[in-house]
């Protein structure tokens, strides 16, 4: 764990000294609070409006009929976002990027077209769409493996640095820790708990995912043929 925490700050210290990196990194936060608006449906809520900020942050409007659905609710934003991590890095092992980055894009318009209302948040979803569009359509592989790169290691960045933000705010003040507030509300647990919950979490999913990229590419099965041997 030691390993995989350096290796982020390490990854979060270079990916700062790339130019308009800062951009990027509404893509968590997109993420995140498109668990919380999935789940909330899921559970027959009704998702009023999602808001992304020029800070990263984010926030979801939803009304629910149930209080105890606040907590599958709470849980999906911190869970989707590290898990969505790792599932790009998964997809990276496997010579998938133009499918992770046609998931993404998906995911950004569905975001535009049903949830995000506020001005900042549809103009950053516009604008990142279109990106992603000319990546996929007109850009040579080589670098549009290296826009997606990029997009997975500030997505994983940002999956663990932002839970790890709720153990400080949580210690400070626990009415300010966002989603682990929120649980703290309807469960026994208080905000500092989840706060450590949701960090764990994202650093299992975080070395899952640095052993898919530290382990390469994995060859297709179809690539795999049986190689008879013969002694002379």
């Given at each position: 764990?030691?390993?995989?925490?350096?290796?982020?700050?390490?990854?979060?210290?270079?990916?700062?000294?790339?130019?308009?990196?800062?951009?990027?990194?509404?893509?968590?936060?997109?993420?995140?609070?498109?668990?919380?608006?999935?789940?909330?449906?899921?559970?027959?809520?009704?998702?009023?409006?999602?808001e992304?900020?020029?800070?990263?942050?984010?926030v979801?409007y939803?009304?629910?009929t149930?209080?105890?659905?606040?907590?599958?609710?709470?849980?999906?934003?911190?869970?989707?976002a590290?898990l969505?991590?790792?599932?790009?890095?998964?997809?990276r092992?496997?010579?998938?990027?133009?499918?992770?980055?046609?998931?993404?894009?998906?995911?950004a318009?569905l975001?535009?077209?049903?949830?995000?209302?506020n001005?900042?948040?549809?103009?950053?979803?516009?604008?990142?769409?279109?990106?992603?569009?000319?990546?996929l359509?007109?850009?040579?592989?080589?670098?549009?493996d290296?826009?997606?790169?990029?997009?997975?290691?500030?997505t994983?960045?940002?999956?663990?640095f932002?839970?790890?933000?709720?153990?400080?705010?949580?210690?400070?003040?626990p009415?300010?820790?966002?989603?682990?507030?929120?649980l703290s509300?309807?469960?026994?647990?208080?905000?500092?708990g989840?706060?450590?919950?949701?960090?764990?979490?994202?650093l299992?999913?975080?070395?899952?995912?640095?052993?898919?990229?530290v382990?390469?590419?994995?060859?297709?099965?179809?690539?795999?043929?049986?190689?008879?041997?013969?002694?002379?």
């Open positions: 764990m030691i390993k995989t925490i350096l290796f982020l700050v390490v990854s979060a210290f270079l990916t700062h000294l790339i130019p308009f990196s800062d951009f990027f990194r509404n893509l968590d936060t997109t993420i995140h609070e498109f668990g919380h608006a999935v789940v909330t449906l899921l559970l027959s809520g009704n998702v009023m409006k999602i992304l900020f020029a800070n990263h942050s984010g979801t939803s009304q629910v149930s209080r105890w659905s606040l907590i599958p609710i709470a849980l999906a934003g911190y869970t989707t590290s969505f991590a790792l599932f790009l890095f998964k997809q092992s496997r010579g998938r990027q133009r499918l992770g980055l046609q998931v993404i894009t998906v995911i318009i975001a535009l077209v049903f949830f995000v209302r001005e900042f948040g549809v103009m950053w979803l516009l604008g990142f769409v279109i990106l992603n569009v000319l990546m359509a007109f850009m040579p592989k080589w670098l549009m290296i826009y997606y790169l990029l997009l997975a290691f500030l994983l960045e940002e999956s663990v932002g839970p790890f933000s709720l153990i400080l705010y949580a210690w400070d003040d009415a300010k820790a966002g989603d682990a507030t929120n509300l309807v469960t026994p647990i208080p905000a500092i989840w706060a450590l919950i949701f960090t764990l979490f994202s299992w999913c975080a070395i899952r995912a640095i052993g898919h990229f382990g390469g590419k994995k060859p297709s099965n179809r690539s795999q043929r049986y190689q008879p041997q013969y002694e002379e």
